[in-house]
């Protein structure tokens, strides 16, 4: 089971809510298989962790509704260039088309994938950041498959 991640409100910790949760990071290392957080700083300690060990398996951080604060802390702890948070940042709003670009230490891409949506299906823009290390998965909009997929990779490990 994935760790919930615990906060601190009026002096008294409190889970995370898996139904509240924005950022999911799945990696073998970690207690029960991952973190479920509705704030970043257990995210960002977690892998931190995991990028001090060169030897360790790939991650992933799958991401729901960044905000700018947050997609700068992880930008300087991955060195994301600027473009890519400018990208993430304005998906669905001003990059609404696919695209991929290579940088030196990752490659980026706005894939377009069917969200069914009350009984639809729609297109939603899903960015994917692909590093030496793992893979980082950031939209806005809920996206039930990729949440079910996050924790079922959590749950089962990495195949």
């Not at 931190?48 to 360790?56: I, Y």
């Not at 990208?87 to 994938?113: G, M, T």
């Not at 299906?121 to 998965?137: D, F, Q």
Request: aromatic share 8%.
């Amino acid at each position: 089971m994935i760790a919930h991640a615990r906060r601190r409100v009026n002096g008294h910790h409190t889970e995370a809510s898996p139904t509240l949760a924005r950022f999911v990071l799945v990696h073998p290392s970690i207690p029960g298989g991952g973190v479920v957080a509705s704030y970043l700083a257990p995210v960002v300690d977690a892998l931190t962790a995991v990028l001090a060990t060169p030897e360790s398996p790939h991650f992933w951080l799958d991401v729901e509704r960044i905000r700018p604060d947050e997609m700068d802390a992880l930008a300087d702890l991955l060195g994301l260039h600027e473009v890519t948070i400018f990208d993430c940042l304005n998906e669905d709003f001003l990059v609404s088309d696919e695209k991929f670009e290579r940088f030196p230490d990752y490659f980026f891409l706005i894939a377009d994938l069917l969200n069914p949506v009350e009984g639809r299906w729609r297109t939603e823009n899903v960015n994917v950041v692909v590093l030496k290390r793992g893979a980082i998965t950031l939209r806005n909009n809920p996206f039930p498959e990729l949440a079910a997929l996050a924790a079922a990779v959590a749950r089962h490990g990495p195949q």
